[in-house]
């Protein structure tokens, strides 16, 4: 539908909904402004029903439940109660089962990356995420750990260590290269010292209402294809990523701009994208099952940092 129709709901137009960040009106449907990015706070759906958000301090993005637009009319027989009643209790044993299924469905490694070593996840107080400790010998890039990164910014196999601080990231997100420019300096500095296991979970969630441009899911796959050929230049790479978000680059124009300006020998697009869809996928499978809401997300041995402390002196205080 093309901007400046009315949305459409049971038939009736209804008003139209405009970013309040930059004036532009939004599609049914929309959870971020296609001209400027900004987080839609009451989603509209195609039939005219606000969907719910999930709000972060970050970027936000809905979790696609609907609320019921209305009441039912009262049945008028008794089968029709009947009938409703084993509805409404065959709708609340799956909302249980959910539930249940939600609570333990943190994939194993060989659930999201097949011929990985096991990793052991430890988990601590309720609210708090569990952490993967990779065994002695792990190597390779797992969802569950994410990508290592040591104190030069390449990518390295993950260790055990007192303090994991862990980055959720989207490369479409202009947070997330504000976080970059803010704190990119410290993660990599707490990445050189034993004490701190930093790792990088990249995912691409600002594709579903984005430009239309794939930004998300070209640079994860470059981010993930860089991190597993040439492990040295893996943050250089992102913070490259990052910076031309945006930009409208596509296709092979990214490679090449990768390749020039870092020095990498990345493939063409179409092989990097393809290599990498499975492995990116995990990494959006393993970001849901943490429950992740928003991005940039840290979590610093599992607890959401919530900037009240630079990043260096939060994660010095977890090491006490």
């Known amino acids: 539908m093309s901007l400046g129709t009315p949305i459409q709901a049971r038939g009736k137009a209804v008003a139209p909904v405009f970013c309040s960040a930059c004036g532009r009106q939004l599609d049914a449907g929309a959870r971020f402004c296609a001209g400027c990015g900004q987080a839609v706070v009451q989603p509209v759906a195609a039939n005219g029903a606000a969907r719910r958000v999930v709000t972060t301090n970050s970027v936000q993005y809905s979790d696609n439940r609907a609320p019921s637009i209305g009441q039912p009319a009262k049945p008028n027989n008794n089968f029709a109660k009947i009938a409703a009643a084993i ?31 096991e990793v052991v996840v430890t988990n601590g107080p309720p609210n708090v995420r569990p952490i993967a400790i990779p065994e002695a010998g792990f190597t390779g890039i797992n969802p569950v750990v994410g990508v290592a990164l040591d104190g030069n910014g390449a990518a390295i196999p993950a260790h055990a260590a007192p303090v994991v601080i862990e980055l959720y990231s989207d490369f479409s997100c202009p947070y997330c290269r504000q976080f970059k420019t803010e704190y990119g300096d410290q993660l990599i500095q707490l990445a050189g010292d034993p004490n701190f296991s930093v790792r990088y979970h990249v995912v691409n969630f600002l594709d579903r209402s984005g430009d239309g441009s794939g930004w998300s899911t070209l640079a994860a796959s470059i981010f993930l294809q860089t991190a597993l050929t040439d492990p040295a230049h893996t943050w250089e790479v992102s913070e490259l990523l990052l910076d031309h978000q945006g930009d409208g680059l596509t296709g092979d124009a990214v490679v090449d701009l990768v390749n020039q300006q870092v020095g990498t020998n990345l493939p063409p697009m179409a092989t990097v994208v393809s290599e990498q869809n499975a492995l990116l996928g995990d990494f959006m499978v393993n970001a849901h099952n943490m429950v992740i809401e928003g991005v940039p997300t840290v979590l610093i041995n599992g607890v959401p940092w919530d900037r009240s402390e630079s990043l260096f002196d939060a994660a010095q205080r977890a090491l006490q």
């Open 87 to 117: 509805a409404a209790l065959a709708m609340l044993g799956g909302v249980i089962a959910v539930a249940l299924h939600g609570r333990n469905d943190v994939p194993t490694p060989t659930e999201v990356a097949q011929g990985t070593p």
